[in-house]
């Protein structure tokens, strides 16, 4: 089973990918976002804006503050492994974070399927790919229902254990407070989040 590389933050395009003509390359590009786990509904706006096209998208016109945490974050020279973007609808935390993570081959989740899957999916490549995998987009933590019985906060924490310990990239986005997702996840995940992560409150830079 093929896992991406540990560490590997360049570009998602292949040299050859980019000498095929535009359509090709959309084409391309679709294949591994979807592959990813990209959300669809994200690509007309990943494509506006593209590493290798014209600035032709809002995204050029106007960067986020989202955007910028994000892609600062999974830069060269920024040692943090967890990036926690908070704040309300609109403030662009979600694409801001799959932005930057579809152009660095990273892959995409939404916290609710975490739980969906539990502690043996289906697919027995899920977890290995969420743990190995370069960089990864955790999305809306906090709105997933927790089972009385804990496997699904177990299944999280045992994600969030092995991004700390191989230090691999990790974006999570919420609409909670601080207090509000340490009560929910526990002392320990909480912890690990924060000795080697940051927290940004787009509520704060976002008018």
Known sequence: ??????????????????????????????????????????????????????????????????????????????????????????????FGAVWAAAWNGGRFVAAIDLLRAGLYPADPAFWPQLRFCSALVVDDLGVEPLDKGGFGLTALESLISARYDGRRKTSLTTNLAPADVKARLGERVWRRITEAGRWVNLAEVVQ
């Open 1 to 94: 089973m093929p896992f991406e590389p540990a560490g590997y933050l360049g570009s998602d395009y292949h040299p050859r990918t980019a000498e095929l003509p535009p359509e090709d390359r959309r084409i391309a590009r679709e294949r591994s976002w979807q592959a990813r786990g990209i959300p669809e509904r994200m690509w007309p706006a990943l494509h506006d804006g593209a590493p290798d096209e014209p600035a032709v998208g809002p995204l050029a016109a106007r960067p986020t503050p989202a955007l910028d945490a994000a892609s600062r974050f999974l830069g060269p020279t920024d040692m943090a492994t967890f990036l926690v973007l908070s704040g309300p609808v609109g403030t662009g935390k979600s």
